[in-house]
């Protein structure tokens, strides 16, 4: 699909050379004014059959004769032969012929070179669009046929389809027939347990599935933000170079990563490391790392190098290089508005990139304690436990008597199992409502799509 | 007389569910889970109707059912298939092939038994009985 898409492209550059697009201009100009090939030829003084290879682009022509066919023709010499806005020209074209049947009123086709002299602006927004409806439409022709055959999800909703068949009869007759021997009804709960074991299994591997398509989308259909993320994540949310040498190595990383030919990415990518030299200019990594190895890499044991910033040590938590003996730490910014700025994650703790994650996540009850770091033991529906240090700090202050921005951090680490949780109480929280499996969770918004 | 019925289908529970309720229903039932060896198991037990699931290992429920279409000795012979929920085009591409009627994926079993018992009985019913028991 996306190979279509690039020959559409190529064929409305590949028509702009000079005499194809001189013997269409010709032709479509004649046909505008009802002239016949014969009319036209006999008044400029040459033979129909010259004329009929100049319109079809088989004949390069200038001088003289250009001039005449132009006189001819009532148009001036250059709109018959610039090169220049070919490409407008042959958009134009294509946009009118593609749209006429939805149009009312007849576009002038024998009039695009007027509209693209005096209004170059105009043209060049309509050429922009009529590039961006062909990528669209090819985009959605990709998604809509990843959708219909993708081998896995196919295969996935028969697996699906036939535990719940298998169920539903079990159950049924489980249901209907009261005076069941012992020994069919141990059968059929048997299989009951072993179906619902199965349909469980089969519908996290289509979450899985669905999840790991969204990361691999193509550049086309990315997001600045999803390129800079792929970048971090390429990188282990590490970059040796910034390190070392501080702000003067950005711009050779974000060279080597891959899709920073998007201005959006590149400038996005460009904000994000800077904060992270900033980082690692306020807290040098190998000192950092030496004490966070000496106190079990506990953030609240690492407080004191912050000089008041806890939001700092989570984010250099969660930059040190990815080792074997370093913890696997995941982090989330968010604004305010709870938009998530930033996120690096981890296994077996879904932060959703596009709207909002579990309103009960310290990361959010942080904004309405602004100052306030907080440390909590986060239970996930899947069993899993996170530790979760989270805290809401300025980002910038606007003036006297004015509110800062805030941003919130959080920083997530899982929990040992074998690891004593003191006093503390775990906080039952879930991946955001969608995909929450909770049932009467007070904080819930939206209906999952699990029950 | 009894009537036999063949179900193909490769999915453990849900065979032994249908099983279940023919069995309740009076029936007398063999299973088979290989698509390969279906025919082969249709002349063995000479069924009075045949539940043919789509999706089998090794090969297609419709590749069936085409076979026993153009087999003099089968083309008559009632089959009911089982179709996943949303496979229109499988569900169409059965009946085009002849099958009696289908059912889709997850079914009741009533609605199960009742289609089976009304062809049967339109067929007349146990009249075709024999063969290997």
Known sequence: MVQRNITEESKLVGRSTAPALTGSRIRQRRSALGLRQADLAKAVDISPSYLNLIEHGRRRIGGKLLIDIARALSVEPATLSSGADATVFDALHKAASDLRPALGAEPELDRIDELSGRFPGWSGVLTQQQKRIIALEAMINSLQDRFANDPVLAEAMH????????????????????????????????NLHEEAERLSLRATQMLRHFEQQGESQDSSVSTAQETVEAMFDAAGHHFPAIELDGATAIEAVIDRAAGMEDRAARDLALDWLRAYAEDAARLPL???????????????????????????????????????????????????????????????????????????????????????????????????????????????????????????TMLLRLRAEDESAGSKEDLPIGPGCHVCPREGCTARRAASVLT | MTNRILLVEDEANILEAITFILSRAGMEVRSHGNGATALEEVKRYAPDLIVLDVMLPNRSGLDI????????????????????????????????????????????????????????AERGTGVKGGGAG
């Not at chain 1, 535990?163 to 012992?182: G, K, N, Q």
């Not at chain 1, 939001?311 to 370093?326: C, F, G, K, T």
């Open chain 1, 286 to 408: 190998a000192e950092f790392a030496a004490e966070a190895r000496k106190v079990g890499y506990d953030p609240a044991r690492l407080l004191h190098m912050g000089q008041g910033d806890v939001a700092l040590i989570l984010r250099r938590l969660a930059a040190l290089p990815p080792q074997p003996d370093v913890p696997e730490f995941g982090l989330a910014i968010c604004d305010a508005s709870g938009a998530l700025l930033f996120r690096k994650r981890i296994n077996g703790f879904s932060i959703p990139r596009f709207g909002a994650g579990c309103p009960i996540w310290p990361l959010y009850t942080a904004l309405s304690r602004p100052m306030t770091p907080s440390v909590t033991v986060l239970s996930m529906p899947n069993g899993l436990q996170f530790h979760g240090w989270a805290v809401a700090q300025p980002r910038a202050i606007m003036g006297f008597g004015q509110q800062p921005v805030v941003n919130a």
């Open chain 2, 65 to 120: 059912l085409r076979d026993l279409r153009s087999d003099p000795a089968t083309e008559a012979l009632p089959v009911v298939m089982l179709t996943a929920k949303g496979q229109a085009k499988d569900r169409d591409t059965a009946l085009g092939l002849g099958a009696d009627a289908y059912l889709t994926k997850p079914f009741s079993n009533s609605e199960m038994l009742e289609i089976l018992k009304h062809i049967l």
């Open chain 1, 159 to 190: 697996e699906i389809l036939s535990s719940v068949a298998a169920i539903r009869s079990t159950a049924d007759i489980l249901v209907r027939e009261p005076d069941l021997e012992m020994q069919w009804r141990a059968r059929f709960h048997r």
